[in-house]
């Protein structure tokens, strides 16, 4: 079965720092891509950052500059550290799994809280 499981997530002051983490368990991981989304209230999910299993990443323009995603492909897990936060980062913070070539699948955790706020 697969799981992915976050931590990290928590209230923080503007300007602050937080690394967020993913864990996943329960299947291959190779040619996978991983990746963080968010959701604001009242807003649609969207894409933060994104590593590919052989090490290419992508960005967001709002967390260009400020946000570092890392994959480990040998501890199955993702990170994302997220520098010089500002309040509309504010947001449920979800980590996903998904491959796109046969055999394709998508997983996601079930979200972190991020609070930017003083």
């Known amino acids: 079965q697969v799981q992915l499981v976050e931590s990290g997530g928590g209230l923080v002051q503007p300007g602050g720092s937080l690394t967020l983490s993913c864990t996943v368990s329960?299947?291959?991981?190779?040619?996978?891509?991983m990746g963080w989304f968010r959701q604001a209230p009242g807003k649609q999910r969207e894409l933060v950052a994104s590593v590919t299993s052989g090490g290419t990443t992508n960005y967001a323009a709002s967390a260009e500059d400020r946000f570092t995603i890392t994959g480990d492909n040998r501890k199955h897990m993702v990170t994302l550290q997220m520098n010089n936060l500002k309040p509309e980062d504010t947001a449920v913070y979800y980590c996903r799994l998904w491959r796109r070539i046969t055999p394709t699948y998508s997983y996601w955790g079930q979200g972190t809280q991020v609070t930017v706020s003083s």
């Open positions: 329960g299947t291959p991981f190779s040619g996978a891509t």
